[in-house]
T-cell receptor, first 109, second 119 residues
């Protein structure tokens, strides 16, 4: 079973639309990481959240960690084809980083 | 920022041969490194935790005799896929945890990955 539940598994949106990806854990998250990746390529670090209620933004991507620190959301505003890829949430749950199953985002021009 | 390199970036080998992949932390020391494997359309799955100067810890279902890990120094861990078979073809990514003080705890820095194809 996945320690981090990520949803949706895949997402197809029209360019310009907003979208949200969720990541949920049954355990308290002491550090939640968001990465972007294309299969066969390295991970692109997007942002890290640590504090309950924390929110960070980078360009058109905003990530939040809820007060209980068990759920995070990644929101993309006015999506562009360049946003396409696989989005992974990761968290150190024991002594190592585990990942959600990933969300494959397709942005149609 | 912290940089982790992997070598080679891609490798093609014949079935039955062994392949070594190197993971290096370039500007920091890492007592702990991690090896992940990723199959197409799947997420990263932790294979093993590599500890400098001691034996690696393998995740359930990962054969330690097939995936040999050596972490002989604070900046280098190697993964050797022994007697590789086509089902071992995958994308292998390593990460390293900065052992020095300061910065967010448990931060891992990821290498660019190695694509292994076994014919």
């Amino acid at each position: 079973s996945q320690e981090l539940e990520q949803s949706p598994q895949s997402l197809i949106v029209q360019e310009g639309k907003n979208l949200t990806i969720n990541c949920t854990s049954s355990k308290t998250l002491y550090g939640l990481y968001w990465y972007k990746q294309k299969y066969g390529e390295g991970l692109i670090f997007l942002m890290m959240l640590q504090k309950g209620g924390e929110e960070k933004s980078h360009e058109k991507i905003t990530a939040k960690l809820d007060e209980k620190k068990q759920q995070s959301s990644l929101h993309i505003t006015a999506s562009q084809p360049s946003h396409a890829g696989i989005y992974l949430c990761g968290a150190v749950l024991l002594n190592d980083m585990r990942f959600g199953a990933g969300t494959r985002l397709t942005v149609k021009p | 920022g912290a940089v982790v390199s992997q070598h080679p970036s891609w490798v093609i080998c014949k079935s039955g041969t062994s392949v070594k992949i190197e993971c290096r932390s370039l500007d920091f020391q890492a007592t702990t490194m991690f090896w992940y494997r990723q199959f197409p359309k799947q997420s990263l799955m932790l294979m093993a935790t590599s500890n400098e100067g001691s034996k690696a810890t393998y995740e359930q279902g990962v054969e330690k005799d097939k995936f040999l890990i050596n972490h002989a120094s604070l900046t280098l861990s190697t993964l050797t896929v022994t007697s590789a078979h086509p089902e071992d073809s995958s994308f292998y990514i390593c990460s390293a945890r900065d052992s020095t003080a300061g910065g967010p705890p448990d931060t891992q820095y990821f290498g660019p990955g190695t694509r292994l194809t076994v014919l």
